[in-house]
C-alpha cells in the first residue's frame, strides 16, 4: 500500500441553489480541495453533504454536487470515498468516521472555510481520535459585511456544538 492510500482529503458542505449550482462558499472549497490533491495526487477524497432546508433544497446530494466539480477538475472518479450524506458539521464528523474507518484511512485534511475552521477543528477533534486530522481554510470570497454574518453564525453554533460534544461523553 502507497502511503497516500491510507490519507484522505474530507471536503465540507457548504450552500448550494436550488437548482445544484454551488455557492461561492462551495466553490472556493472545493477549490482549496483540488489545490491540495494536485499535492497528493493518489489520496483519496471524501466529500459531505446530503440535503437540508438550509443549504440543499436542490434533488441532489451536495456531496455528489461537489464530487461533480472536482471531478470536472481532474481527478478521476476513482479517488472518491462514497459521500457522507451530511446535513450538518456534527454530522460531518459522524458520518465521515466509518467511511473513513472502512477505507483504513489514517491521515486527513480537513477542508473548510476560514470562518468555519475553528468550530469544525473542536467538532471533529472531540469525535474521531484514531486518525490524525489536520485542517486547512478556503478564503470565502464574500464581502466583509457577510464574512461577518457566517462568524456571527459560528458563534452561536459553537454553542450547539459544545453541547453535542457533551451529549458524546455521557
Do not use: W
Not at 59 to 72: C, N, Q, R, S, V
Request: contains cysteine; glycine residues 4%.
Amino acid at each position: 500500500m502507497r502511503e497516500n492510500d491510507s490519507y484522505a482529503i474530507i471536503l465540507l458542505g457548504s450552500p448550494n441553489c436550488k437548482s445544484g449550482e454551488l455557492s461561492k462558499i462551495a466553490k472556493s472549497r472545493c477549490d482549496k480541495a483540488f489545490q491540495l490533491y494536485t499535492q497528493n495526487p493518489s489520496c483519496k477524497v471524501l466529500c459531505t453533504g446530503g440535503f437540508g432546508e438550509h443549504f440543499n433544497t436542490s434533488p441532489f446530494a451536495h456531496g455528489e454536487l461537489t464530487k461533480d466539480y472536482l471531478i470536472k477538475q481532474g481527478i478521476s472518479r476513482n479517488a472518491f470515498l462514497d459521500v457522507a450524506l451530511s446535513r450538518f458539521t456534527f454530522e460531518d464528523a459522524t458520518m465521515s468516521l466509518p467511511i473513513l474507518t472502512a477505507n483504513n484511512i489514517k491521515k486527513a485534511t480537513i477542508v473548510s472555510s476560514e470562518f468555519h475552521i475553528k468550530r469544525v477543528e473542536y467538532v471533529f477533534s472531540n469525535l474521531i481520535s484514531h486518525i490524525e486530522l489536520n485542517y486547512l481554510a478556503a478564503t470565502t470570497p464574500l464581502d466583509p459585511a457577510e464574512l461577518e454574518l457566517l462568524y456571527q453564525h459560528e458563534e452561536k453554533a459553537m454553542i450547539r456544538e459544545k453541547q453535542n460534544i457533551a451529549g458524546t461523553k455521557v
